[in-house]
């Protein structure tokens, strides 16, 4: 049975840090792409990085410099290395598995809230 767990989340100051991680099971992790999206109040899902099964990394423009998605293949697990945590990075925080565009496999999210 396919299952992508989220962890990590939690109450962060602005300018603190937080790694999110995705433990996989159920299908074959290393020839996924794996992708961090995230929803937050009023507005919809926003894809915030993705990783390649080659290890080739996407940002978006609003984490780029920030973020950093890491995955280990033994492990089946992808990360999420969060520095810098402003207000507006606040949302639920989700994992998926394959294409971005049509993910197959989706995880039941962590929230961040980055509050002082």
């Known amino acids: 049975q396919v299952q992508l767990v989220e962890s990590g989340g939690g109450l962060v100051q602005p300018g603190g840090s937080l790694t999110l991680s995705c433990a996989a099971s159920?299908?074959?992790?290393?020839?996924?792409?794996m992708n961090w999206f995230r929803q937050a109040p009023g507005k919809q899902r926003e894809l915030v990085a993705t990783i390649t099964r080659n290890g080739t990394n996407r940002y978006a423009d609003f984490v780029q410099g920030r973020f950093t998605i890491s995955r280990n293949n033994a492990r089946k697990t992808v990360a999420l290395q969060m520095n810098s945590l402003k207000p507006e990075d606040t949302a639920v925080y989700y994992c998926?598995?394959?294409?971005?565009?049509?993910?197959?496999?989706w995880g039941q999210g962590t929230q961040v809230t980055v509050s002082v």
């Open positions: 159920g299908f074959i992790f290393s020839m996924s792409t």
């Open positions: 998926s598995a394959g294409s971005p565009r049509d993910s197959a496999y």
